[in-house]
């Protein structure tokens, strides 16, 4: 028989499981995950498996290698599970990952030097952040599966297992190329934690070294070596400059400007106003503003804040997609430690339950009614529409796994995703040597506007090549004759 808190943790363990379940694998069936990043991941898991390079062909109309876009390694790892899982492999993994992270935390906090309502209370606290929910309800990205990782990395050095620290270190870092940047801070601020213990600082400060040396070394000398300009992508920080030198030297010379923007809409566009605001109020109610007491848990979320808010694209600053995952698992380590350092037990209880309930709150308010919302039915799981579509989905399922896996296809980006196991596909319009087309007027015509997605498919109805296979309300399955 289990001890009756270990009972809890396998009952709150097993909710949460089935919570992300029908959040995660209800939109993909449903056909609310994208071409971005799922399919186009998913794509790469084919790829790997057959032992080929993937050439980003899924949303790029010259062939590049992937690493060039993400430096993602966990794709290669994972893509034997495919052969499994199919195209629910990444999420199925991802659901996984964010419940080894509350073991993970559970560990952490169940030693005998916290008290015994802790583990349970970060449990909770951390399976219900509304980061996790917004993760979650928006594709696969592997920084999420890295970001749960991190407790484990604390329990091993807390545990003194230097071997196994640096095992998870690694693992974390060959993530995606953005993460050594922010493992590096963990590093430094877990220096100061262990300042007292001479080894343990050391080592610390050689693991901040190598993620420092590792990013360097990925973002500005093995991406541009894949990729076909011989640059890094993703530096989409106009406000601090064109490159990451520009943005340390503007970050160092213009330190008051610089946390000024961390809170203000510094693009410009009205419909940005007021949303690092919510963030920001979220993130203290659910329990931010203890961490000022341990100051170098602020300190490992630095490279997070600045990623987010001086980001070029206000959906970034938002509460949505997988961009706050990060604050989960630093905030729920630091929160719970300086809570079970409160000598009261009743101030200590009231403080532990009003943050576990605020933060519920929070994350039901994001589901419900945030500034920017990519979409509620996927993530009102409270909601019918969350488990139902306009359109016969079964029957679709059906339709599309009669098209060979062998062809050549070109799918909206909602439908792209339940056929990305194959060598060549294209996220519409994109068409190429497409044997097959997809798409729907009702979807979004993403990466065209509306008129443009409207021509674009008329053309197609009135050429000769292309015959209607299927059609059931706004959707289109087309085969080239």
């Known amino acids: 028989m289990l001890k009756c808190k270990h009972r809890n943790f396998v009952i709150v363990l097993l909710f949460f499981a089935f919570i992300y379940s029908i959040l995660s694998l209800v939109n993909h069936y449903h056909f609310r995950t994208f071409a971005l990043d799922l399919g186009a991941y998913t794509n790469a898991l084919y790829d790997y498996m057959h032992f080929q390079f993937n050439d980003s062909r899924v949303f790029k109309p010259i062939s590049e290698n992937l690493l060039a876009d993400h430096f993602d390694i966990y794709l290669i790892l994972f893509a034997p599970f495919s052969l499994l899982f199919g195209t629910y492999t990444l999420l199925i993994i991802q659901i996984l990952s964010i419940l080894f992270g509350g073991w993970g935390i559970y560990k952490y906090f169940s030693d005998e030097e916290y008290k015994p309502s802790i583990a349970i209370s970060a449990l ?24 749960t990782i991190v407790p484990w990395f604390f329990y091993a050095i807390k545990k003194r297992k230097i071997g ?13 190329e953005n993460i050594p940047l922010w493992m590096a801070f963990i590093c430094l601020g ?16 050689g693991f901040f070294l190598f993620s420092a040396f590792y990013f360097v070394l990925v973002t500005g000398f093995i991406m541009p070596a894949f990729a076909n300009n011989n ?24 330190p008051l400007e610089s946390i000024q923007t ?16 919510e963030f920001h109020i979220y993130l203290f109610i659910s329990g931010f503003f203890l961490l000022f007491k341990k100051p170098q848990y602020i300190l490992m979320l630095i490279p997070i804040f600045f990623q987010k808010m001086f980001h070029d694209k206000y959906i970034i600053w938002s509460t949505n997609g997988q961009y706050s995952i990060e604050f989960a698992v630093i905030m729920v380590i630091g929160i719970f430690m300086i809570i079970n350092e409160i000598k009261s037990d009743k101030w200590r209880k009231v ?28 993530i009102r799981i409270y909601k019918a529409d969350h488990y139902s579509r306009d359109f016969n989905v ?31 596909i294209y996220q519409f319009p994109m068409i190429a040597d497409a ?34 296979q299927y059609e059931q309300g706004p959707i289109r399955i087309l085969k080239r004759k």
């Open 124 to 147: 909770i606290w951390y399976f219900s952040f509304f980061g996790v929910f917004t993760a979650l309800a928006f594709d696969y990205h592997s920084n999420v599966v890295a970001a």
């Open 164 to 176: 196994w620290s640096f095992m998870l270190m690694i693992f974390i870092l060959i993530s995606k």
């Open 190 to 205: 877990l220096v100061i934690e262990y300042w007292k213990d001479f080894k343990m600082r050391n080592r610390l400060l």
């Open 231 to 254: 640059s890094y992508p993703h530096f989409h920080y106009s406000f601090l400059g064109t490159n990451s030198k520009e943005a340390l030297v503007f970050l160092l010379s213009h």
């Open 262 to 277: 961390l809170f203000v809409n510094h693009i410009g566009d009205p419909d940005a106003d007021f949303i690092k605001l």
């Open 351 to 378: 403080l532990l339950y009003s943050l576990v309930i605020a933060n519920l709150g929070i994350t039901f308010r994001v589901m419900d009614n945030p500034i920017v919302h990519l979409g509620r039915a996927q």
């Open 394 to 424: 079964k029957v679709l399922h059906e339709q599309l796994n009669y098209i060979p896996e062998n062809a050549v296809v070109s799918a909206q980006s909602p439908f792209l995703p339940h056929l990305a196991l194959r060598d060549y």
């Open 435 to 468: 044997e097959y087309v997809i798409f729907s007027y009702e979807e979004d015509p993403y990466p065209l506007d509306k008129d443009a997605f409207k021509r674009k498919t008329e053309e197609l109805l009135k050429a000769q090549v292309w015959s209607v």
